[in-house]
């Protein structure tokens, strides 16, 4: 990708009176116009949050009809770095993602030599903690950076959610990490058909809380 900034590579979902920019990333299936992240960057930027949509290099291939799988995580990282360092710095900037979007940029704030120092916070939604398939192998969930993060960072993450729920984690040891637990949502916030509130509901609770986060870490009243 490109260090300079063309407005074909994005979908930006403005905000009347921004506080800040986020560059959100996708997950490793869905690319930036999934419905999850255009529902999500619609409740963000009704919060204030000024939303940055990009796909990576690899699903920029798969859009264009050349299906690719995900990158080495180190190109998602250097993917990620370039496209905030050529950012407009005028907002403050905040960096994450859905699942594999958000854990590229937590290893990316927890990169002591890498780390974009205009990034103000991270936020993460439905964090890959550890695939399903693999947690009844014991592997260990991916949080062994968190207690290396240069900046805080927040886990928006169903308590239903496949990837890792309250009962998978034990968060000792992480003292810039928040983890606020959505009551029925899965990995999408998605919830069952009994359940009080829909996914749309979830998705803008997530929003609410990810700008109080934001404006917390900015000490903005709204």
């Not at 992240?37 to 796909?55: D, Y």
């Not at 993460?124 to 207690?147: D, E, V």
């Not at 986060?213 to 000490?219: D, K």
Request: charged share 15%; glycine share 10%; proline share 6%.
């Amino acid at each position: 990708m490109s260090t300079e900034l063309n407005s074909a590579d994005f979908i930006i979902d403005k905000a009347n009176q921004p506080i800040a920019r986020l560059l959100l990333a996708h997950g490793a299936g869905a690319s930036m116009a999934s419905d999850y992240l255009q529902q999500l960057a619609q409740q963000l930027a009704a919060q204030g949050i000024e939303v940055w949509r990009f796909n990576f290099g690899y699903m920029a291939k798969t859009v264009a009809g050349k299906k690719q799988p995900p990158s080495k995580v180190a190109t998602l990282l250097q993917e990620m770095l370039a496209v905030i360092n050529a950012m407009p710095n005028d907002l403050p900037i905040f960096m994450g993602g859905k699942s594999m979007g958000g854990r590229v940029a937590t290893l990316l704030a927890a990169d002591k030599t890498a780390f974009p120092v205009q990034v103000q916070g991270v936020l993460a939604f439905g964090y890959p903690f550890c695939p399903p398939a693999k947690k009844a192998l014991g592997i260990a969930p991916r949080t062994g950076h968190f207690s290396a993060l240069q900046r805080p960072l927040l886990i928006v993450q169903g308590e239903r959610d496949a990837f890792g729920g309250p009962e998978d984690l034990n968060s000792s040891g992480w003292p810039l990490v928040e983890i606020s637990w959505l009551d029925g949502g899965d990995h999408d916030l998605k919830t069952l058909k009994r359940h009080r509130q829909t996914q749309a509901q979830l998705l803008a609770q997530a929003s609410l809380v990810a700008g109080t986060f934001v404006r917390r870490l900015l000490a903005v009243t709204k």
